[in-house]
């Protein structure tokens, strides 16, 4: 059993950074591809971006390309997403997966998920 909790999460103004955190628990987290989504009010949840389980693949949402950093301990059972030159349309809920491949990762087919961390970002 794998369990995430994010934090890091909260107001911050436009142009501005956030660094998402997820904790993980469970033996097998150094085999599990891990990714970012987010849900921003009225929206379906996207993708945002994930990293392979050695950290060596990384793929991002073409919309925060270049802006978003995910990456990952595995030592310390932790994925990160930093977040620069947030744009209020980054407004949103922020959640935390795994899958067993990055495909299934990439479209939203996870075997685990957080509660979800709310980042706002005012104009």
């Known amino acids: 059993q794998v369990q995430l909790v994010e934090s890091g999460g909260g107001l911050v103004q436009a142009g501005g950074s956030l660094r998402l955190s997820c904790a993980v628990s469970?033996?097998?987290?150094?085999?599990?591809?891990m990714g970012w989504f987010r849900q921003a009010p009225g929206k379906e949840r996207e993708f945002v971006a994930a990293?392979?389980?050695?950290?060596?693949?990384?793929e991002y949402a073409n919309s925060v390309k270049g802006r978003f950093i995910i990456s990952r301990d595995n030592a310390k059972k932790a994925v990160y997403l930093q977040m620069n030159s947030l744009e209020p349309e980054d407004t949103g809920v922020y959640y935390c997966?795994?899958?067993?491949?990055?495909?299934?990762?990439?479209?939203?087919?996870?075997?685990?998920w957080g509660q979800g961390t709310q980042v706002t970002v005012s104009s």
């Open positions: 997966a795994a899958s067993g491949t990055m495909d299934r990762l990439r479209i939203g087919l996870c075997d685990y």
């Open positions: 469970g033996r097998t987290f150094n085999t599990y591809p």
């Open positions: 990293i392979s389980w050695s950290g060596s693949n990384t």
